[in-house]
């Protein structure tokens, strides 16, 4: 019997993933952002890295704050976007899960849900990471196809993913045991 993936994400309603064929649809690709790394690390230094103030700071930059449990804070000047972000705790499963939903601080309607999901692997741990654009009221530029748009979120979201992750890489070696 195989286990449903972790994450309170209803990936066929919101990402468009078909679970008869195990595909993601032309939606799911432009609309997620998706980013893993293996870590040489113990499940709880990662995790450590992931909900203390001391854990963010070394990946999410100077005076990032988190308050692990539902409905808590997260700040983080974020120097890889390069926009200081507030958030909203929206789950967390202790040593397995964290989902978030964040903003950056000089624009609260675009807004993006995160999954981090920790899992415990032969060499450490694997961190995976989902970001999803949240619909916002905002207008596209004329001439701008919403489809485009959301490529290019997808484009930028996927590679600030690939420096914060490689950055929480060298976080957790020096996070304290």
């Known amino acids: 019997m195989s286990e449903e993936p972790i994450g309170a994400f209803d990936r066929e309603a919101d990402t468009g993933f078909d679970r008869e064929s195990g595909r993601e649809s032309d ?3 432009d609309r997620v952002a998706r980013s893993s790394v293996d ?3 113990t499940v709880d230094r990662v995790w450590r890295a992931l909900t203390t103030a001391a854990g963010l700071e070394p990946w999410l930059g100077a005076g990032a ?3 692990p449990v539902p409905n808590g804070e997260l700040t983080a000047p974020d120097p890889v976007g390069g ?6 705790i929206e789950r967390i ?4 899960l964290i989902e978030l939903t964040w903003w950056p601080a000089e624009e609260p309607t675009s807004r993006s849900r995160v999954s981090i999901t920790v899992t415990p692997i032969e060499t450490g741990t694997r961190v995976d ?5 949240l619909p916002t009221s905002g207008r596209l530029g004329a001439g701008t196809s919403v489809a485009s748009a959301l490529a290019g ?5 996927v590679g600030a993913w690939s420096w914060r992750l490689a950055l929480l890489t060298v ?3 020096v996070v304290r045991a």
């Open 65 to 67: 704050s988190i308050d």
């Open 83 to 88: 926009r200081h972000r507030h958030g909203r």
């Open 171 to 173: 976080a957790c070696q």
């Open 93 to 96: 499963d202790d040593r397995r």
């Open 27 to 29: 939606l799911d690709r």
């Open 129 to 133: 990471v989902l970001e999803r654009p």
């Open 153 to 157: 979120v997808r484009t930028s979201l």
């Open 39 to 41: 870590v040489a690390a």
